[in-house]
């Protein structure tokens, strides 16, 4: 089972891989100045839609892997969990190809432990089910990356871009904060029935995600509803590759927003990923 589970990861990571290649022989649109970012959160807008979805079908179909997220599940949701594990794999190469260490840490260090806590899933058997009410986050990753595209095409001032802020948050707190919640409750109270190595590397990912997670949601409140104002074109910061929505005033220009998303960051040719 363990084999086998790898080679879907393997498969995945190849199918991802190649679809970010693919990608570069396609045209982008004509207003996206960073077309390597564009790309790369194209790709994981198709994983975020096809593990999102999946898993929260697969958890309607089959309510027991939240009940019993141990041992019970079907065999295609840990299939699921291994085809995340070749998508985050990927999506670090990626990200290591076409920037600098110092550019793209954090988003390297969330899917380092995305991948540890999926991975043992994967080899063990186990967990499953709590991997899969993990994947659950991914249903607002769809929203999140919705946005950044835009923003990458520059149609921040759009009734398009209005709903997709509006939309990722309305998902971060239904699919984002509220399982984050329960699985909190759940590693804590039964927290006996792991390893201690287990524990603390599931804690290190809640935290971790948690922190991205509450961070994204105020900067999309603050910068996009509370201080929303128009957008005449985005600018990339080149030292943290962040989309910053500029606007005009008069005779000087004032950065009236950074744009984060998340684990989520941008990213450039020579700039850093900000996906949320």
């Known amino acids: 089972m363990a084999s086998w589970g790898l080679l879907v990861a393997g498969a995945s990571f190849a199918a991802f891989r190649g679809l970010h290649w693919g990608l570069q022989l396609l045209p982008t649109p004509k207003s996206v100045r960073d077309r390597w970012m564009w790309r790369n959160i194209f790709v994981s807008l198709i994983h ?11 958890l309607w179909l089959f309510p027991q892997m939240v009940t019993d997220p141990i041992n019970d599940h079907p065999p295609w949701a840990q299939d699921l969990v291994a085809v995340s594990v070749g ?6 190469v990626d990200m290591l190809w076409n920037q600098t260490l110092a550019q793209a840490w954090d988003l390297l260090c969330h899917h380092l432990a995305v991948v540890s806590c999926l991975s043992t899933a994967v080899v063990s058997g186990h967990y499953v089910g709590f991997s899969m009410v993990s994947l659950l986050l991914e249903l607002n990753s769809i929203c999140l990356h919705l946005r950044k595209l835009l923003l990458l095409s520059h149609k921040a001032p759009s009734l398009a871009f209005r709903v997709s802020s509006w939309a990722s948050l309305a998902t971060l707190v239904l699919f984002r904060l509220l399982p984050l919640g329960w699985m909190s409750l759940w590693l804590s109270r039964q927290h006996y029935q792991l390893s201690l190595a287990l524990v603390l590397l599931c804690v290190a990912g809640l935290v971790t995600v948690g922190s991205i997670s509450i961070s994204t949601g105020i900067r999309i409140l603050t910068k996009d509803i509370l201080q929303s104002r128009p957008y005449p074109f985005i600018l990339m910061h080149k030292e943290t590759k962040t989309c910053e929505p500029v606007a005009r005033n008069t005779s000087t220009l004032s950065l009236k927003g950074v744009e984060v998303f998340s684990s989520v960051s941008p990213q450039g040719g020579g700039a850093g990923k900000r996906r949320w």
Do not use: N, Q
């Open 48 to 58: 975020s839609l096809l593990s999102g979805v999946g898993a929260l079908v697969g």
């Open 87 to 92: 998508y985050f794999a990927a999506d670090g």
